[in-house]
């Protein structure tokens, strides 16, 4: 069973960047597609980004062309850029691991990290 933990999250202002990093201590990290996923307070949780196993990428629409989802396999670590943060951003940002990569990643995965909070202030 695959363990993630995410790091990087914190406070910025609004048009700031942050990178989030998900390291996994699974040896098979490549043989997973990963994926970010993102729960502001008081709403449920929702996709963020994901990544295949071979590096094909799928956005949300709320953050596509402001968010860069990337994955190292030698260093069994996914990364999500986040540029022109905005207020609504805010929330606490979760890792995610699954062996299936299809267009039902958006609804969840199978292994789960414990999130890192990023706090946009406007």
């Known amino acids: 069973q695959v363990q993630l933990v995410e790091s990087g999250g914190g406070l910025v202002q609004a048009g700031g960047s942050l990178r989030l990093s998900c390291a996994a201590s699974?040896?098979?990290?490549?043989?997973?597609?990963m994926g970010w996923f993102r729960q502001a307070p008081g709403k449920e949780r929702e996709f963020v980004a994901g990544?295949?196993?071979?590096?094909?990428?799928y956005y949300s629409d709320s953050v596509k062309g402001r968010f860069a989802i990337s994955r190292d396999n030698a260093k069994n670590t996914v990364y999500l850029r986040m540029n022109g943060l905005k207020p609504e951003d805010t929330a606490v940002y979760y890792c995610?691991?699954?062996?299936?990569?299809?267009?039902?990643?958006?609804?969840?995965?199978?292994?789960w990290g414990k999130g890192t909070l990023v706090t946009v202030s406007s």
């Open positions: 699974e040896g098979t990290f490549s043989s997973y597609a």
């Open positions: 995610a691991a699954d062996t299936y990569w299809g267009p039902k990643i958006s609804a969840g995965m199978e292994y």
């Open positions: 990544i295949s196993r071979t590096g094909n990428t």
